[in-house]
């Protein structure tokens, strides 16, 4: 069985940094894309940045490209997200999900997903 575990996540002034991390066990780790998606209250879940197998291949939503960074160390089973720039708008629940893939009407679904961290950029 798959366990997703997310940290990192808190509380950041606006223009503010933050690394999150997502620990995998239970499945070949380096064998699957990972994905990092977000909902905020009152929001759908939204998907924010992808990578492939072997980190080679990045996706980022336009919301936040140039701003963060997907990266994994596959030997460590870990997925990270390097968000820099913060802005109030990017406070969410951020989720890593594991071998996300899109569906017909263009949303990520995956059977794995983490418990979530809470980013919080207050203005």
């Known amino acids: 069985q798959v366990q997703l575990v997310e940290s990192g996540g808190g509380l950041v002034q606006a223009g503010g940094s933050l690394r999150l991390s997502c620990v995998s066990s239970g499945r070949a780790f380096s064998s699957y894309t990972m994905g990092w998606f977000r909902q905020a209250p009152g929001k759908e879940r939204e998907f924010v940045a992808r990578?492939?197998?072997?980190?080679?291949?990045?996706t980022y939503a336009d919301s936040v490209k140039g701003r963060f960074t997907i990266s994994r160390d596959n030997a460590k089973n870990t997925v990270h997200l390097q968000m820099n720039s913060l802005k109030p708008e990017d406070t969410a629940v951020y989720y890593c999900a594991q071998d996300p893939r899109m569906n017909s009407a263009g949303l990520y679904e995956s059977a794995y997903w983490g418990q979530g961290t809470q980013v919080t950029v207050s203005s």
């Open positions: 990578i492939s197998q072997r980190g080679i291949i990045t």
